[in-house]
Structures are given as structure tokens and as C-alpha cells.
């Protein structure tokens, strides 16, 4: 652990293969992009568009943003009950009028394991109002982190009925926890999705650094990710990733992103260049982000300099990146402080710069970083795996989001 403590401290200061160049040299934005792939997702048979619309920060009035993707061709949104307090389907519902069958839609909701078959198709009936449809293409239960809740036999009972109803055609799970592949697997050993949405960006992936660092090995470890999403790949099951761009800090890489290529679209190549990957969910949060994203549509292997910017970006943040898939802290906090999604409010609030969004997800969390105001830091010091200071982050996300 030491030499790769080492490493991330030094890390911005090793060589890196990319050059940098002034704003005035890029045109990351090209009004001509648009989406050039669909993908089958699973045996779902539905063709969506290989990169598509993660609406979780969608706010009143940004109507214009869903039209803007829909002209450029994404013809998938994902959504939640939950996202900016409703009013991400309701602006959907909004854009979407009168275009509904050039669509798919898919919506969420948090049905925990005890949570009743009434109460979750209350939540489902509420999404349908805000997004003004009798319907949803795909309905997941919301960042699943315990196997309990997929084996709740009344979220059973209320997919059979609100599927013979015609509400909801397909279900899923998302997730990003530590947990998440031990639910990815019980959830294929027992059938239980027709699609899975899962955190996968280049900085999970325990090779694809190594070929840089020579052993230092700072990405999250999830080894066993792959194997669960090439099992889904053999049972029909889609595969869609999100949180691709590990933390977004889009504004680091400025510097170094030239000749029209950004990192984004590196990241995005990155993660549909995996098998096992169908498609990818990103918040598009302008029209400029939208062109630049759409830019690594059909992207489906690495392109020239892609490696040296995912690097770059690794060695600028990895000494303060959460990989809330790797999960070491587990345990670690006497008060059961739930680290890793402290930390990833944190990224919300830090890196994506949304403290609205962020203070949303925190208030959200099972149990809250109150406990880290009044500790020493001691339980949780050596926790992490990848040398980040918890209790110097835990304490002030907690003033700042609750």
C-alpha cells in the first residue's frame, strides 16, 4: 500500500503523453454530431441509441436540452421519481409530448426490501403523471445495494401486475455500491431483471491502468465486475453503464484535450468498447455537452490519444477520487457512517458542482456523516485502500450537504 500511496501523491507530477494546448486551439462542441449507433439492448429487443440522456439534474425550464437530443438522435431517457425532487420527469413529460412513440423511457424507484406492492406501484403512478404517459419502456429499482430488496416478494407481485396492466414493459436494477456485484449475480442466478444499469468507467477496470504504472495499482477493484456483465451478456440480460466520466471533473482536462477530441468522448469510447456493454447514460446538462458527447457515438475502440487522456485524467484525481465500487471502508466506522456514498454526494456537490442534486442524493442516504463531527478519524484513517484522508472529507460533506 505504501508505494502506491506514493504513487497517487506524486501522481499529477509524472509525464504524461498528452500536450497541452490553448482553449482558442479546440472545437470540442460540433453542432454536427449525433447519435451514429443503436444497440439492441438484451432480449428486450428495444434499439436505443449507444450514448443517451441521464436526466438526474434535469430542472424546470430545460425542456430545450430534451429536444436538442432528440433532434441529434437519443431516443433514450432515463429518469427517477426521485431526481431533482420530480422535476426531471415532469420536464421530460413536458418535452417529450406528442413524441412519445419516437421514445423510450425509463424510470426508478427505491423499493427497499419491506417496501409493499401498493406503495411501489404509487410511486410508479405518480411517475406517469409527471412524465404524462400510461407507460415506462423499462422500470429499475433504484441503486440496489442488498440482495434483500430484489428477493422482496412484493416488488414481485407489482411488476407482474403493473407489467399485465401495460405500465411498465421490462425491469431492471441500477447500482454503483460496493455490493453491486453480489446483487448482479444473485440477480441473474435467479432471473430477476431484463436490464441492469451499473457505475463502469475506465478507472474500475483492474488492467487498463496497469499498462501505465507498472504495478501501481490505484483503480478501484472490482475484478469480478466483468465476469457478472459477461454473464448478463449470456443471459439476454442489457447492460447499460453510467458514472463513465469518474467524477466528471470535465474542466481538468481542458488543457490537455486537442485537435477536437475531448476526454469525455475518450471515456465514453472506453466503456463502449467493453463486450459486455450495450449503451451508456450521461447527464447532458447544455447543448454543447450534448454535441461533445455525441461525438463518441459508434465509438467502439479506443482512437489516438484516448489512452494518454484517461491517464492525465487518472494521475490528475485519483488522489482524491471515491471508487464507491471498491468498498474497502466497509466496517470501518464504529457509527456505521456509510462512506463510500458519503463520498459520493461529495463528488456530486465538488466535481459535478450541483449542490442541489447533492444535498438531494445525501438526504436520500440510509444514515449520514453527523457521527464524523465529533471523531477523531481514527477508526476510518487507514481504510482506504487508495490512501484518501475519510474523516478530513467525511466531516465537511456532511456541514456542507445536510
Not at 105 to 131: F, H, N, V, Y
Amino acid at each position: 500500500m505504501g508505494s502506491r500511496r506514493q504513487f497517487l501523491g506524486t501522481a499529477a507530477l509524472v509525464a504524461a503523453p498528452a500536450v497541452r494546448v490553448s482553449a482558442g486551439e479546440r472545437s470540442l462542441a460540433d453542432a454536427g454530431n449525433r447519435v451514429r449507433r443503436y444497440v439492441t439492448l438484451g432480449r428486450t429487443g428495444l434499439e436505443i441509441a449507444d450514448i443517451s440522456f441521464g436526466s438526474s439534474r434535469l430542472r424546470e425550464g430545460e425542456e430545450r436540452l430534451v429536444r436538442h437530443a432528440l433532434d441529434k438522435g437519443v431516443n433514450y431517457f432515463d429518469t427517477a421519481e426521485s431526481y431533482t425532487d420530480g422535476q426531471s420527469e415532469r420536464v421530460l413529460g413536458n418535452a417529450l409530448k406528442g413524441r412519445r412513440d419516437q421514445v423510450i423511457i425509463a424510470s426508478k424507484t427505491w423499493a427497499q426490501a419491506s417496501a409493499p406492492k401498493e406503495a411501489i406501484m404509487a410511486d410508479l403512478e405518480g411517475s406517469l403523471r409527471r412524465l404524462q404517459t400510461d407507460h415506462v419502456d423499462i422500470y429499475f429499482n433504484h441503486a440496489v445495494n442488498d440482495v434483500e430488496r430484489l428477493d422482496n416478494p412484493e416488488w414481485h407481485e407489482f411488476c407482474d401486475r403493473a407489467k399485465a396492466q401495460g405500465k411498465i414493459r421490462f425491469t431492471g436494477m441500477s447500482g454503483h455500491a460496493g455490493r453491486l456485484v453480489e446483487c448482479l449475480d444473485h440477480a441473474f442466478a435467479k432471473d430477476l431483471v431484463d436490464v441492469v444499469l451499473v457505475s463502469l468507467n475506465f478507472g474500475q477496470d483492474p488492467e487498463f491502468l496497469d499498462r501505465f504504472t507498472r504495478g501501481f495499482d490505484f483503480v478501484a477493484r472490482h475484478p469480478e465486475l466483468p465476469r457478472a456483465l459477461r454473464k448478463a451478456k449470456e443471459l439476454g440480460v442489457g447492460v447499460i453503464a453510467m458514472k463513465c466520466l469518474m467524477g466528471a471533473r470535465l474542466n481538468d482536462m481542458r488543457p490537455y484535450e486537442q485537435g477536437g477530441a475531448s476526454f469525455a468522448q475518450a471515456a465514453f469510447r472506453w466503456s463502449l468498447s467493453q463486450e459486455y456493454v450495450d449503451a451508456l447514460i450521461i447527464s447532458m446538462t447544455s447543448e454543447a455537452k450534448i454535441d461533445e458527447f455525441l461525438g463518441a457515438s459508434a465509438g467502439r475502440s479506443l482512437a489516438a490519444g484516448d489512452k494518454a487522456l484517461l491517464h492525465t485524467y487518472a494521475s490528475l484525481n485519483g488522489a482524491s477520487q471515491c471508487r464507491q465500487g471498491c468498498n474497502d471502508c466497509a466496517g470501518a466506522c464504529p457509527f456505521e457512517v456509510p462512506i463510500a456514498d458519503v463520498l459520493r454526494t461529495r463528488m456530486y456537490a465538488t466535481d459535478y458542482q450541483d449542490l442541489a442534486f447533492a444535498r438531494s442524493e445525501y438526504a436520500g442516504l440510509d444514515g449520514n456523516a453527523a457521527a464524523c463531527l465529533g471523531c477523531d478519524g481514527a477508526p476510518c484513517r487507514d481504510a482506504c485502500s487508495y490512501g484518501l484522508p475519510i474523516a478530513d472529507l467525511c466531516a465537511p460533506t456532511h456541514r456542507m450537504l445536510a
